[in-house]
């Protein structure tokens, strides 16, 4: 299980052959789930509730400069 905090990058990795990657940053938690939900606001600027698959790395925010 992936667990995120607010701060943290996520990278959603192309499922097809080509397709681009999504980056943004959590934003906040929605913990009245199980597993948990990010809300995600992509660098594109737009924000969603995102549910962390297997296409999906998270990037800690303390060691992201590593």
């Known amino acids: 299980m992936m667990h995120a905090s607010v701060g943290d990058r996520v990278i959603i990795h192309g ?4 397709a681009a ?3 943004g940053e959590v934003i906040g938690i929605r913990k009245d789930s199980d597993p ?3 809300v995600v606001r992509y660098d594109d600027g737009h924000e969603a509730i995102l549910a962390p ?3 999906c790395e ?4 303390d060691s992201a400069s590593a």
Do not use: Q
């Open 21 to 23: 990657e999504k980056t």
């Open 36 to 38: 948990p939900l990010l």
């Open 58 to 61: 998270i990037r800690h925010a």
């Open 53 to 55: 698959g297997s296409d």
């Open 15 to 18: 499922r097809t052959v080509g």
